[in-house]
Antibody, heavy 121, light 111 residues
Framework: EVRLLESGGGLVQPGGSLRLSCEAS????????LDWVRQAPGKGLEWVSG????????NYADSVKGRFTISRDNFEKTLYLQMNSLRAEDTAVYYC??????????????WGQGALVTVSS | QSVLTQPPSVSGAPGQRVTISCTGS?????????VHWYQQIPGIAPKLFIF???NRPSGVPDRFSGSNSGTSASLAITGLQAEDEADYYC???????????FGGGTKLTVL
């Protein structure tokens, strides 16, 4: 059974930093790309960042580029999101998602339960 | 403002058929990128319901079907049931943004 378990969320002041983790199990971790998708309170889903099987294959939404860094540890089967220079608009539930390939396209077939990040003074 | 446009809400009586539209552009759906659909019960993580435009993961009832044409896609639900009440999101890839994009979500209410 595929499982994704996020941790590291919490309350942080504007300008502060936080690191999210996502522990994976139930699949060959190193063989799949993984992503972070967030959802602000009462709002829709927003893709934040993703990383492929190659450790240097990261990409970011424009809203977080230069402030967030995604990384992965294939030995520990863990995905990370380092968030710096946090803003009030980064307040959201952050979901870890496994990316699945199909005929040149990707979808997110499994999601974690989410970690709440609140940026407020 | 979402890149993919969905109606904020749709509703239907039990047993009826409803459709949820997802309108994109030539840089995403119109460029041939697949559309995927997710169901989200409030307070719970999204769940994949349709992938690759029209494929259902194991466990998703065949009352749910997806289709697309041109720059738009649709999710159809037949034989509406109370348990279908949830938020539904479409998702694709946008070549201009180099990013995965979602619709704003549609709240389905079963009357």
């Amino acid at each position: 059974e595929v499982r994704l378990l996020e941790s590291g969320g919490g309350l942080v002041q504007p300008g502060g930093s936080l690191r999210l983790s996502c522990e994976a199990s139930g699949f060959s971790f190193s063989s799949y790309a993984l992503d972070w998708v967030r959802q602000a309170p009462g709002k829709g889903l927003e893709w934040v960042s993703g990383i492929g099987t190659a450790l240097n294959s990261a990409n970011y939404a424009d809203s977080v580029k230069g402030r967030f860094t995604i990384s992965r540890d294939n030995f520990e089967k863990t995905l990370y999101l380092q968030m710096n220079s946090l803003r009030a608009e980064d307040t959201a539930v952050y979901y870890c998602a496994k990316r699945q390939w199909l005929v040149g396209n990707y979808h997110f077939d499994y999601w974690g339960q989410g970690a709440l990040v609140t940026v407020s003074s | 403002q979402s890149v993919l446009t969905q109606p904020p809400s749709v509703s239907g009586a039990p047993g009826q058929r409803v459709t949820i539209s997802c309108t994109g552009s030539n840089s995403n759906i119109g460029a041939g990128y697949h559309v995927h659909w997710y169901q989200q019960i409030p307070g719970i993580a999204p769940k994949l319901f349709i992938f690759g435009n029209s494929n259902r993961p194991s466990g998703v009832p065949d009352r749910f079907s997806g289709s697309n044409s041109g720059t738009s896609a649709s999710l159809a639900i037949t034989g509406l049931q109370a348990e279908d009440e949830a938020d539904y999101y479409c998702q694709s890839y946008d070549i201009s943004l180099s990013a995965w994009v979602f619709g704003g979500g549609t709240k389905l209410t079963v009357l």
